[in-house]
């Protein structure tokens, strides 16, 4: 018999140095992090990071080969059996039986729960109506879009209120409005005080949602902390400039080039844009505007920006990346 699951006091996802092999690949190396409960913890990183790979073995269809992990107090591989009844897993694909409609989904996940029908048909009305799916309840799921799809997915593990809620990259391939939804869910699992670890490859999901946020590169945890945290690795605030003609890049290159060191101007990959660190703020941004007006030169915009996560994913990763030719 499963003894019930310790105090967990403030988290209810501990991994401690994770490793999963496949054949000589180690795919996930050494992986560690902690979710407080009833926060949004983001797994940011690009495809074959180790994301999925991970959340496998945190919701047990993965063994370990090293390291332990708890979920909600339990051992994903001592309690097994215990775990899966506190979690609910949501991958980037639909698990519905798509001959059933909306609420005849939701009634049998209910039934696979231990609802009797009457409570397990009462809680599908709830969920229809909280993920306003009512007027689909009754409409076959393979005629639902995929914005709809993935939210009757979601509402199906939450039949029986989870501990802790996986959603591995559950936006892959929708529409920016059914996007909209799932995060829309997302925040409302926080509120219920749900526990939520959501993998993305998406910078902004992943800004916008996470309370805290785990940056994964071939299988090790390269950086972790808030949004905030990990745009202060960047060098602060910078200055952009957008000149009316990309011809003009060059020539703003040269006007700027004593305020900076050399390599911390940089013009963008589309070659639309070129920025660098405002070090005194506000008065670079004068500077540069100055300089640019005297010269003739015609701008789209100016401005001063913060680093975004797109800056801090770059810069963790740069290190690791094999340079482009350049021609």
């Given at each position: 018999?499963?003894?019930p699951?310790?105090?967990t006091?403030?988290?209810?996802?501990?991994?401690?140095?994770?490793?999963?092999?496949f054949g000589?690949?180690t795919?996930?190396?050494?992986?560690?992090?902690?979710?407080?409960?009833g926060?949004?913890l983001?797994?940011?990183?690009?495809?074959?990071?180790g994301?999925?790979?991970?959340?496998?073995?945190?919701?047990?269809?993965?063994?370990?080969?090293?390291?332990?992990?708890?979920?909600?107090?339990?051992?994903?591989?001592?309690?097994?059996?215990?775990v899966?009844?506190?979690?609910?897993?949501?991958?980037?694909?639909?698990a519905l039986?798509e001959?059933?409609t909306g609420?005849?989904?939701?009634?049998?996940?209910?039934?696979?729960?231990?609802?009797?029908k009457?409570?397990?048909?009462?809680?599908?009305?709830?969920?229809?109506e909280?993920?306003?799916?009512?007027?689909?309840?009754?409409r076959?799921?393979?005629k639902?879009s995929?914005?709809?799809?993935?939210?009757?997915?979601?509402?199906?593990?939450?039949?029986?209120?989870p501990e802790?809620?996986?959603?591995d990259?559950?936006?892959?391939?929708?529409?920016?409005?059914?996007?909209?939804?799932?995060w829309?869910?997302i925040?409302?699992?926080?509120?219920?005080?749900?526990?939520?670890?959501?993998t993305?490859?998406?910078?902004?999901?992943?800004d916008?949602?996470?309370?805290r946020?785990?940056?994964?590169?071939?299988?090790?945890?390269?950086?972790?902390?808030?949004?905030?945290?990990?745009?202060?690795?960047?060098?602060?605030?910078?200055?952009?400039?957008?000149p009316?003609?990309p011809?003009?890049?060059?020539?703003?290159?040269?006007?700027?080039?004593?305020?900076?060191?050399?390599?911390?101007?940089?013009?963008?990959?589309?070659?639309t844009?070129?920025?660098?660190?405002?070090v005194?703020?506000?008065?670079?941004?004068?500077?540069i505007?100055?300089?640019?007006?005297?010269?003739?030169?015609?701008l789209?915009?100016?401005?001063?920006r913060?680093?975004?996560?797109?800056?801090v994913?770059?810069?963790?990763?740069?290190?690791?990346?094999?340079?482009?030719?350049?021609?």
């Amino acid at each position: 018999m499963t003894a019930p699951a310790a105090t967990t006091g403030s988290h209810s996802v501990i991994a401690e140095n994770l490793v999963k092999k496949f054949g000589d690949f180690t795919a996930v190396d050494n992986i560690s992090f902690s979710v407080p409960t009833g926060t949004v913890l983001g797994l940011l990183g690009p495809n074959g990071a180790g994301k999925t790979t991970t959340v496998n073995m945190l919701a047990t269809l993965l063994t370990p080969d090293g390291g332990t992990a708890s979920i909600a107090g339990f051992d994903v591989i001592k309690d097994r059996a215990a775990v899966r009844k506190s979690i609910m897993l949501t991958g980037q694909f639909a698990a519905l039986d798509e001959s059933l409609t909306g609420r005849e989904n939701l009634i049998l996940f209910g039934r696979l729960m231990g609802l009797r029908k009457v409570p397990a048909a009462h809680r599908a009305d709830e969920l229809l109506e909280a993920f306003d799916l009512v007027e689909a309840a009754s409409r076959r799921v393979g005629k639902f879009s995929g914005g709809m799809r993935r939210r009757i997915d979601i509402a199906c593990g939450l039949v029986v209120r989870p501990e802790v809620v996986f959603l591995d990259e559950p936006t892959t391939g929708l529409d920016p409005r059914s996007r909209q939804d799932v995060w829309n869910i997302i925040s409302s699992l926080r509120d219920l005080g749900i526990t939520t670890l959501l993998t993305t490859q998406y910078l902004e999901e992943a800004d916008l949602l996470s309370d805290r946020i785990v940056v994964i590169d071939k299988g090790k945890v390269i950086a972790e902390g808030t949004a905030d945290q990990l745009k202060e690795q960047v060098s602060g605030t910078f200055c952009e400039v957008v000149p009316s003609y990309p011809d003009d890049l060059h020539r703003i290159e040269k006007l700027l080039a004593d305020m900076v060191p050399a390599d911390r101007i940089r013009i963008d990959v589309s070659r639309t844009s070129l920025t660098l660190p405002a070090v005194n703020s506000t008065q670079t941004l004068v500077e540069i505007v100055r300089r640019i007006d005297a010269a003739g030169i015609k701008l789209t915009d100016v401005g001063l920006r913060r680093p975004s996560l797109d800056d801090v994913f770059l810069k963790l990763t740069e290190s690791t990346e094999v340079p482009e030719a350049r021609t």
